[in-house]
């Protein structure tokens, strides 16, 4: 195989912190490597490092990054995506640095980006959150930590099953090692104990010998060189126990108790409903008598392809276009929004219109990967994803019983994916939520609709 790409040394460090320190890397041809990590761990500026002049190339290549910013253009995210996408691709390079291929996408672009990279002759690089697109296309993960590089062979599923084997062997390091320090420190708490005893013997025996002179000084020092025996024998264990290597385990996933308070909570068994409902923007129409019944406390998912209406939808659910539960209290995700104040800490933003304490809140955002020590820092400092779990960490934790949330995965890492759909499962309220993350919806929903000839029709339960 012939190098493409190596770089030595590589060093980067933004506000006095180390986002990268990595000895090495090299990629070579038909090289297919997926980079997973948390949100601000560094994946951009890896991709970015590896395509600049601090690198070593051996051939050109292409570079999709992330599409984020679409205001201001007729065309909708997943049109951009996939005009960038054909271009980047068909252009004659030797490889392929790729940041988040997949957001805005529908699933027919999805799977066309899938085929693609398959018949690609290059190298690809990629930093994507969906689980499936990494399963079909990667046959190496990077997982970025701490700054350093892990490499994992295979595809998306296979480095899970490799973490989880890691993680079953570090459980029984540890559970070992606990039974080892255990062990050691009974022993030497016996060799002080015995020590001590013998002490009090020797003492005692002492007053009563006081009159033997030879025999006694002999005893004496039969006596203190076995208790320097035994002294010398326990701080030797817990010299031992010192130099002991510990494990440290993965932080477990706290589970978080969601609840609505009363005077939120929705009797309605269908709090949104439509019934022959029409949208439409000009001549160009979107829905056309358009009817459903969203039930009470389901998650449900909404699909189709990009421009199909998934978003109207969710615009005029917030205008009371269609029949309304009174006592209905929606929030809404979009992607087109952002924090407004990036001057507030992390907590005090939390902390507007939420009805949970200081410790639950800390909960959630520790489930999301934020750090409990990190939450006193302003908003301004995080990245564009680690802004995203804020919003949608803060959304599940205000006053509201029914949330919409438009791709809620879109530019967030795969840990925190995972960590969102406990939380979404466990929440109290009902869920309506627009995604083309498979993985997700599977996870998930327990019922699917889809947007299909200007209507919305129900096609899973489960």
């Known amino acids: ?49 590896l395509m600049s002049t601090s690198a070593q190339h051996f051939g050109t290549f292409s570079y999709m990054p992330q599409q984020r910013d679409y205001k201001d253009t007729t065309l909708s995210g997943g049109e951009i995506t996939r005009a960038e996408m054909n271009k980047q691709i068909n252009t004659h390079t030797h490889g392929l640095f790729a940041d988040e291929p997949t957001s805005h996408l529908d699933q027919d672009g999805i799977q066309d980006l899938i085929d ?7 190298f690809i690089v990629v930093i994507s ?3 499936n697109f990494l399963d079909e296309t990667v046959h ?58 013998m002490e009090r013997r020797h003492k005692a025996s002492l007053k009563k010998n006081n009159t033997k002179g030879g025999g006694r000084l ?18 030797s264990i817990e010299k031992r126990l010192e130099h002991m290597e510990d494990v440290t385990l993965d932080t477990k996933t706290p589970i978080i108790n969601f609840r609505l308070s009363k005077e939120i909570e ?29 039930k009470l406390g389901e998650k449900i998912a909404i699909i189709g392809p990009n421009g199909s209406g998934k978003s109207t939808l969710f615009k005029m659910i917030m205008e009371d276009t269609f029949t309304i539960s009174p006592k209905a209290k929606i929030g809404y995700f979009s992607q087109q929004e952002d924090i407004q104040n990036l001057d507030q800490t992390i907590i005090e933003f939390m902390k507007e219109d939420s009805i949970y304490q200081i410790s639950e809140i800390r909960a959630v955002l520790a489930s999301l990967n934020i750090d409990a020590l990190a939450i006193t820092k302003k908003l301004s400092v995080l990245s564009g994803g680690e802004r995203m779990k804020m919003r949608l960490a803060k959304l599940l934790l205000s006053r509201y019983n029914i949330l919409l949330l438009d791709e809620p995965t879109n530019y967030m890492d795969v840990f925190a994916i995972e960590a969102l759909e406990s939380l979404i499962k466990n929440y109290m309220g009902t869920v309506i939520f627009v995604t083309h993350d498979m993985t997700f919806i599977n996870n998930v929903a327990n019922r699917i609709y889809e947007i299909n000839d200007f209507n919305l029709l129900e096609v899973a339960e489960f």
């Not at 693609?116 to 290059?122: M, T």
């Not at 009797?267 to 829905?287: C, L, Q, T, W």
């Open 140 to 197: 190496k993960i990077w997982e970025l930590k701490e700054g350093k590089i892990v490499e994992y062979w295979g595809n998306y599923s296979d480095y899970i099953q490799a973490k989880d084997v890691e993680r079953k062997s570090k459980q029984q390091a540890y559970e070992n090692i606990q039974k080892e320090k255990n062990r050691l420190e009974q022993a030497a708490l016996k060799k002080r104990d015995n020590a001590i005893r």
């Open 116 to 122: 693609s990279f398959k018949y690609y002759p290059g």
């Open 1 to 49: 195989m012939t190098l493409r790409v190596k770089a030595q040394q590589i060093y980067v460090e933004y506000h006095n912190k180390t986002i990268l320190d990595i000895e090495s890397l090299e990629i070579y041809d038909y090289d297919r490597i997926g980079i997973v990590g948390q949100n601000g761990s560094g994946k951009t500026t890896l991709l970015k490092y």
């Open 218 to 235: 002999a005893f004496e020092k039969s006596m203190g060189s076995k208790q320097k025996s035994l002294h010398k024998a326990s701080k």
């Open 129 to 131: 959150h969906d689980r």
């Open 266 to 294: 929705l009797h309605n068994p269908y709090p949104i409903m439509s019934e022959g409902v029409d949208k439409a923007y000009g001549d160009r129409i979107i829905f056309k008598k358009l009817t459903f019944q969203f």
